[in-house]
């Protein structure tokens, strides 16, 4: 069966310029997470969403960044004004429930120039 | 304060030995625990999970791994690795009551000399 899907794999752009990335997860699943796995900070929780609840924002590292999930299913990452410490893997995963297992994607790589 | 400390970055075994990869947790109550793996270019993969019951915990790809409340340990054991194993390797916790946030270890690289 598909797994969670990440679009695009790799994005290379401008310091200051805006960028989004996409998460597809499992259907079905109704949570959705977005870590960042970067070489000076290993993998770092950034947002969660459960069903319609809130999202829990807690991670996110500044107001540039912002996250969306329409419909409970796709979820985007934006990243506005990107700055060269932004650039990482980020990686998006899904879970049945928040007392379930985590399926990861291959996320995508962001470098920013 | 929290944490999960991985003390081993980089480990080199033999095809054929077995590995030991440790794993150290600082939580006040006993977090549920994880194992993942990465290959270069790819996602996470689950290998095993603890969230109570028997201690000693099998996984995928003939992984297992043992908890030591006594030691806050999570430890990562393969009785014989193959050239295959080698990835990067991620101890995770979810603190109790957590709502599912991961909170990663800073990895393990393996390699597997043939």
């Known amino acids: 069966g598909a797994g969670v899907s990440q679009s695009p794999s790799n994005k290379v752009t401008e310091k200051g310029k805006d960028v989004e990335l996409r998460c597809d997860p499992i259907?079905?699943?109704?949570?959705l997470y977005w870590y960042r796995q970067s070489l000076g900070q290993g993998l770092e929780f950034l947002i969660y969403?459960?069903?319609?609840?809130?999202?829990?924002k807690s991670g996110l590292p500044s107001d540039r960044f912002s996250a969306e999930r329409t419909g409970g299913s796709v979820s985007t990452l934006t990243i506005q004004r990107t700055q060269q410490e932004d650039s990482a893997v980020y990686l998006c995963?899904?879970?049945?429930?928040?007392?379930?297992?985590?399926?990861f994607g291959d996320g995508t790589r962001l470098s920013i120039l | 304060a929290q944490s999960v400390t991985q003390p081993d970055i980089h480990i080199t075994v033999s095809e054929g030995a077995s590995l030991e990869l440790r794993c150290n947790y600082s939580?006040?109550?006993?977090?549920?625990l994880f194992w993942y793996v990465q290959s270069p270019g790819q996602g996470l993969q689950l290998l095993l999970k603890?969230?109570?019951?028997?201690?000693l915990v099998q996984g995928i790809k003939g992984f297992e791994a043992e908890f030591k409340r006594s030691q806050s340990s999570f430890n990562l054991r393969k009785p014989s690795v193959h050239w295959s194993d080698a990835a990067e390797y991620f101890c995770a916790v979810v603190p109790t009551g957590g709502g599912n946030k991961l909170t990663f270890g800073t990895g393990t690289q393996l390699k597997v000399e043939l």
């Open positions: 603890y969230f109570s019951g028997d201690t």
């Open positions: 939580y006040g109550a006993t977090p549920y």
């Open positions: 969403f459960q069903g319609n609840s809130a999202p829990d």
């Open positions: 259907s079905g699943h109704t949570a």
């Open positions: 995963a899904s879970s049945l429930n928040t007392l379930k297992p985590q399926h």
